[in-house]
């Protein structure tokens, strides 16, 4: 067995165990068989009508045509993926000759609006289908994309393989009906779906011979000591967010056992922002506020803002990724000040010991994936294509690039090479990685943990103290409310998202008095939140019986 074989990432283990054992790229060679051995055949249709897996690279002179959004990182080097060294190898195995189509950065929804009106769509097509106007069911009743439930079984094993040994994300990725509809990026471990939470100067705690805090009491206590004894005129500085699981307010809220949306509570939906305990979130917000240990600007501050305000000692703590705060800033500051350290905190909770029920969280499946048009004549071919991606040598290629180019494997394991941690032509990590993989964006493959290994051991332990909550618990999954409530459900929420966070401004800025809080939440039901509650229970009921 080679040293590839028997390296096998945890979202790809699934796959072997299924039987679906994959072959090996000799140096990210030309070609790669998956599945049972098999002779070559003229065209992808033969193969899979005989019943055997695919074969690459595929035989016919496949052409496809793929609408995909140019990320940041490849745009800054290429003007198409296919100029990449990454999309040049994707062709050399699978032998599919690709042409990519990249909307105007900006205007991918307009521009994907304007296509579906034409009808005039491509074999592929990138986006979110779960926001697509009715869901994705309404979007293969309008003949925009191919239900894939046959497709997908008899010309994608690797993928199929896959849901089958992970039923959770099985769930994920298709309608109530039972519809599959798309080749979707799914972020295949758990320690990679949390990036943010709240971070603090970890050398004035130093100072001060304060721990880190863990409870409400205890960051009262420290932003207190921030302002008094280290100057800070603005202990906490966070990034503006109405958001409930995002920044700020979910990394406070949660303290008091909800969130400021829509969660679930032992297979109950509520919504935060009328419960009992938001009037106590909202009483220590504003006590923070006239105290000032809140930044007083806090509804307009911006990244900018907040980075000066960290740097320049203005504040010790606030809430950042792991990546645009802790790395770059302890980055900018390595030179100018050698103590300055930041340190990702826990979510913070209300009694000392307890476990944080809430924090920043990603599902595995958030909605983008790679839809087959329901117009494209190559329907097979796209799928193979596409499956190769989930094959273990496409997954591979897609999280780490080509062997003894991007990546080497050390022990095993793969680890990127030089041309990536230290580009010949100076590009940036992000930029080095769009040249040869997926992973520093999105596609249609499995995410592997190990993209993340050029992190710092401060991000890495930052991550570490931010995923320590029971959010999945509590997180709503990709359901989908009912057809005919659609429009019902959004006129709701326009109203009770306006409302609530005029409110929320208001209570914590002190210029409503909390006296009032029993009035806003009967306004709140007046707007209809309770109906939402109900759309959304009926939702997650339809989802648990997928």
């Known amino acids: 067995m080679s040293k590839r074989s028997r390296w096998v990432a945890s979202s790809l283990a699934a796959v072997m ?32 009508a005989a019943g055997n897996e695919p074969v690459y690279p595929m035989k016919g002179n496949v ?28 062709k050399k195995r699978t032998g599919v000759e690709v042409e990519y189509i990249h909307p105007a950065p900006g205007k991918e929804g307009e521009q994907l609006n304007l296509m579906i009106a034409s009808g005039d769509l491509p074999d592929i097509i990138w986006n979110d289908w779960t926001k697509y106007p009715g869901g994705p069911e309404k979007a293969i009743a309008d003949n925009v994309i191919a239900k894939l439930n046959d497709v997908q079984s008899k010309y994608a094993p690797n993928y199929t393989a896959y849901l089958k040994q992970h039923p959770d994300i099985d769930k994920m990725v298709k309608t109530d009906a039972g519809s599959y509809y798309s080749f979707p990026i799914i972020k295949g471990d758990t320690s990679i779906l949390v990036s943010a939470g709240p971070s603090m100067r970890k050398d004035w705690l130093d100072e001060l011979g304060l721990p880190i805090p863990t409870t409400m009491d205890e960051w009262y206590t420290v932003l207190k000591a921030f302002k008094e004894k280290e100057g800070a005129v603005a202990p906490f500085s966070p990034y503006w967010s109405f958001q409930g699981n995002v920044l700020p307010w979910g990394t406070f809220v949660g303290a008091y056992g909800i969130t400021k949306g829509f969660f679930v509570d032992n297979g109950k939906v509520k919504y935060g922002s009328i419960e009992p305990a938001y009037k106590d979130f909202l009483a220590t917000m504003n006590v923070w506020f006239k105290e000032k240990l809140l930044d007083n600007n806090f509804a307009t501050l911006d990244t900018k803002t907040v980075d000066a305000n960290i740097l320049d000692g203005r504040s010790g703590a606030t809430v950042s990724s792991h990546a645009s705060g802790v790395a770059k800033w302890m980055t900018a500051m390595k030179d100018k000040d050698p103590k300055f350290q930041i340190v990702g905190v826990p979510y913070p909770v209300l009694k000392k010991g307890d476990t944080p029920q809430f924090g920043q969280y990603s599902l595995p499946y958030i909605g983008f994936g790679a839809a087959i048009s329901a117009k494209s004549k190559n329907k097979e071919a796209a799928a193979m294509f596409l499956d190769y991606l989930y094959s273990e040598a496409g997954s591979m290629l897609a999280n780490f690039g080509i062997e003894g180019v991007s990546f080497a494997l050390v022990n095993g394991k793969p680890k990127y090479t030089e041309q990536i941690t230290n580009n010949p032509n100076k590009l940036p990590v992000s930029q080095a990685m769009a040249r040869y993989m997926l992973s520093h ?77 029993d009035k806003y939440v009967a306004q709140m039901k007046k707007l209809g939140i309770d109906k939402a509650i109900e759309m959304q229970q009926a939702a997650l009921d339809r989802y648990n019986k997928r």
Do not use: R
């Open 17 to 48: 165990l299924a039987g679906a054992a994959a072959g090996c790229t000799k140096g990210g060679g030309d070609e790669a068989k998956v599945g049972a051995t098999a002779a070559p055949t003229a065209s992808p249709t033969a193969t899979a």
């Open 63 to 90: 052409k496809l045509k793929f609408w995909f959004p140019l990320a940041a990182n490849t745009s800054a080097t290429a003007k198409n993926l296919a100029e990449t060294e990454f999309a040049q190898e994707l």
């Open 441 to 517: 964006d999105m596609g249609p493959f499995v995410q592997n943990p190990d993209v993340l290994q050029t992190m710092t051991d401060a991000q890495t332990n930052a991550v570490k103290a931010w995923a320590a909550t029971d959010a999945a618990k509590h997180f709503m999954p990709p359901v989908f409310v009912a057809a005919d409530e659609q429009e019902k459900m959004a006129t709701i929420m326009n109203e009770v998202n306006t409302y609530e966070n005029e409110m929320l401004l208001k209570f914590v800025m002190g210029s409503e008095s909390l006296d009032g809080f």
